[in-house]
C-alpha cells in the first residue's frame, strides 16, 4: 500500500509533502498572521520582525493589515511618516486639541457647542487619524502616508 506522501509526486515524479506553518504559542500571533508568514517568508519573520522592537511591530501591524502593505515593504516604510498613540481617536483629539490650543482660542461662551467626538469623527473621515486594535489595545495613527 502507498503512503500519503507517495500519492503526491512532483511533474519530475519526485514524492512531495505539502507542510503549513502555524504560530501556536505567543504573543505575536495578530503580527505573525498580518504578515502573511508562511514557507516561503519564514525567514523575514526570524531575521527581521521577530527581534522588533514594540513600537515598530505595532507600526508594521499597521502597515500590513490596515494599509495592505506587503512585510517587506511595510519593514522598508517604518518610522518614515506618522505616529501611533496608545489611545482612542476622542482621547488623541482631545490631547491635540489642548496641545495646539484650540480649544483655549474659542470664547468660554462658545466651548460648549465645540463636540471633539464629532471633530474626532471628521478627522477619521479625512484619512488624517485612524483607530485599529492590537494585542487587547487601541491605538490610534495619524498623518500616515503611503
Not at 502573511?36 to 493589515?65: F, P
Amino acid at each position: 500500500m502507498n503512503s500519503p506522501s507517495e500519492l503526491h509526486a512532483t511533474p519530475y515524479d519526485t514524492n512531495s509533502e505539502e507542510f503549513e506553518i502555524q504560530f501556536i504559542d505567543g504573543d505575536l500571533y495578530q503580527l505573525f498572521a498580518a504578515c502573511q508568514i508562511n514557507q516561503c517568508n519564514i525567514e523575514l519573520w526570524l531575521g527581521s520582525i521577530e527581534c522588533l522592537s514594540g513600537n515598530a511591530q505595532i507600526e508594521l501591524y499597521y502597515r500590513c493589515s490596515i494599509l495592505g502593505d506587503t512585510p517587506s515593504t511595510a519593514l522598508d516604510k517604518l518610522q518614515t511618516s506618522g505616529s501611533i498613540h496608545s489611545q482612542s481617536l476622542v482621547e488623541y483629539t482631545n490631547d491635540l486639541l489642548e496641545e495646539t490650543g484650540v480649544l483655549a482660542s474659542i470664547p468660554d461662551h462658545l466651548q460648549p457647542f465645540f463636540d471633539c467626538n464629532e471633530y474626532a469623527r471628521h478627522l477619521e473621515i479625512s484619512g488624517v487619524i485612524d483607530e485599529f486594535s492590537y494585542r487587547e489595545k487601541t491605538y490610534t495613527v495619524a498623518y500616515f502616508t503611503d
